[in-house]
């Protein structure tokens, strides 16, 4: 099946930086979604792409789907501590836009 | 907005005994649920799809005796897993795709198998 490599596995940064994390896939996916995990609850969707090249924001959060519809990347910036938490890069797969293979995980972790 | 609601948060059960979760659309209609799995510092690995009406889906490698899929509502899909091990023990997550073709997540059931 489809695999989503990401990374970082973890990063730690400061208050106030800015970070960035990828994905990247063997194969072509039609979309790129990222979610955002807190401890002991489901993902939470922060952006979607649905065109290759395409670029968007949401807050100080900035996601692009890549022109190769292989890649993706995320970047927080001016990071605060409630930004803590596992970051998911996910794509449909198995035939269905719905079913999701999701990345390893980006654990951020943000001192005060 | 739309929410996905699951029951129970955190549950506890004997080695052997049965455990159902529940997996609820509070505001919207879903003909397709999926059940997910993930275990601790991993990552989510979808377990079967849950049609309404008709028999789930699985995945490779689950075993559909074993997590049995029942979606017996257009609002309600239930996971039971029978003769539960304690390699059972994992967070088990659903989503659900409303009609305008959105994915909303459960909020997650905790499961100890002991």
């Known amino acids: 099946g489809q695999q989503l490599n990401q990374s970082p596995q973890s990063m730690f940064i400061q208050e106030g930086e800015d970070v960035s994390m990828n994905c990247t896939s063997s194969s072509i996916f039609n979309t790129w979604l990222w979610y955002k995990q807190d401890p002991g609850e489901g993902p939470v969707l922060l952006i979607a792409?649905?065109?290759?090249?395409e670029l968007t924001s949401n807050g100080r959060l900035t996601a692009q789907f890549g022109i190769t519809r292989k890649d993706s990347f995320l970047n927080i910036s001016a990071s605060i501590p409630s930004d803590v938490g596992i970051y998911f890069c996910?794509?449909?797969?198995?035939?269905?836009?719905?079913?999701?293979?999701f990345g390893k995980g980006t654990l951020l972790t943000v001192n005060p | 907005g739309a929410v996905v609601s699951q029951h129970p948060s955190r549950v506890i059960c004997k080695s052997g005994t049965s455990v159902k979760i529940e997996c609820r659309s509070l505001d919207f209609q879903a003909t397709t649920m999926f059940w997910y799995r993930q275990f601790p510092k991993q990552s989510l690995m979808l377990m079967a799809t849950?049609?309404?009406?008709?028999?789930?889906?699985?995945e490779q490698g689950v075993e559909k005796d074993k997590f049995l899929i029942n979606h017996a509502s257009l609002t309600l899909s239930t996971l039971t897993v029978t003769s539960a091990h304690p390699e059972d023990s994992s967070f088990y997550i659903c989503?659900?795709?409303?009609?305008?073709?959105?994915?909303?997540f459960g909020e997650g059931s905790w499961l100890t198998v002991v």
């Open positions: 989503s659900a795709i409303s009609l305008d073709n959105t994915i909303y």
């Open positions: 849950s049609n309404e009406g008709s028999k789930a889906t699985y």
């Open positions: 996910a794509g449909p797969s198995g035939g269905s836009n719905y079913k999701l293979t």
């Open positions: 792409l649905y065109k290759a090249g």
